[in-house]
């Protein structure tokens, strides 16, 4: 007889959803699972002809040398500073912009700045990178051409690692604002109106009613959106780093991150030990990284929490 609370209970009697399910969980091991055998790599010097199980054994060597070499420092720093900076001013961002799209009466008016501001998601970070190159290129770039015109010497930006620290974040934004704003004003529009109402006979103006009740009311929204974020804090924009910077040497140090070095790794030099073992110390330190945020929120509120 089968135990009424036991796992083959539960097959038997829903079986018909755990088979829907089951095509998601063949994917899964197939794609998620499997190649998780590769992270072996990480603890080797690599021989493509001996293979991987027949390659040098060097233990933690690769990650000795990732450490004491600075490159896991640097790349950690950039990683994390670029990925704090997409969460904190896209999440603010996006509230400000939602907010004020949500007090806007004329409805046409809302539908066309929501497309306007949405349709910078569509663009492929290739073209992004088209237009940043013609924007910025040295000899003919639309901001010299400008700077040109004023009789201004003109600005070699690609040779300027500190600039793009700003510029990769401003177009983050640009291209990502939109997507964020639609999430938010979603949840807006979930807000029952009777707050907003009781809010206005009580006297409050309009300021007063979106910090004491729009505001208060996107937390959860914003917590899970937070959640999710931190998640893969470590992994990075590989797309808009690769494509804006490309193989520019100069421009390493101030905007390399895990996810650059690991392809480059792959690319040019072929050292497949040290790029896995910089992708592991990236999903690890993602992976510690969002028990304790979560663990963290789970305490404060617990209804905030993902898991």
């Known amino acids: 007889m089968l135990k009424r609370r036991g796992f083959l209970y539960e097959i038997v009697t829903n079986k018909i959803l755990f088979l829907m399910l089951l095509p998601t969980l063949i994917f899964f091991f197939i794609n998620s699972y499997i190649p998780m055998v590769g992270i072996y790599y990480a603890f080797t010097r690599f021989d493509f002809n001996a293979g991987l199980f027949g390659s040098p054994f060097v233990g933690l060597d690769n990650f000795s040398f990732l450490w004491k070499s600075g490159i896991l420092i640097k790349l950690t720093l950039n990683t994390l500073g670029y990925n704090l900076?997409?969460?904190?001013?896209?999440?603010v961002f996006a509230i400000i912009c939602a907010v004020l799209l949500s007090e806007i009466r004329s409805a046409w008016?809302?539908?066309?700045?929501?497309?306007?501001?949405?349709?910078?998601?569509?663009?492929?970070?290739?073209?992004?990178?088209?237009?940043?190159?013609?924007?910025?290129?040295?000899e003919s770039g639309f901001l010299n051409t400008m700077l040109k015109e004023f009789s201004t010497e003109p600005v070699d930006v690609y040779n300027t690692p500190w600039a793009w620290v700003f510029l990769i974040i401003i177009f983050y934004l640009w291209k990502n604002l939109g997507y964020s704003m639609v999430i938010y004003l979603a949840a807006i529009t979930g807000i029952s109106e009777e707050y907003y109402e009781a809010a206005k006979i009580d006297g409050a103006n309009i300021f007063q009613r979106v910090w004491h009740i729009t505001i208060p009311m996107l937390k959860p929204t914003f917590v899970v959106l937070l959640l999710f974020s931190l998640g893969s804090i470590m992994k990075g924009q590989f797309d808009l780093f690769y494509q804006l910077i490309g193989n520019n040497g100069i421009l390493f140090n101030a905007t390399d991150i895990i996810d650059t070095y690991v392809y480059r790794s792959l690319k040019v030099t072929f050292d497949v030990g040290m790029a896995t073992a910089a992708g592991l110390y990236q999903s690890l330190f993602g992976f510690i990284l969002i028990i304790t945020v979560n663990y963290i929120i789970r305490k404060i509120n617990d209804d905030y929490a993902l898991f």
């Open 109 to 138: 008016f809302k539908k066309i700045a929501q497309s306007v501001m949405f349709l910078p998601y569509f663009i492929s970070f290739v073209i992004l990178s088209v237009i940043v190159y013609n924007l910025f290129n040295y």
């Open 85 to 91: 900076a997409f969460i904190i001013f896209g999440n």
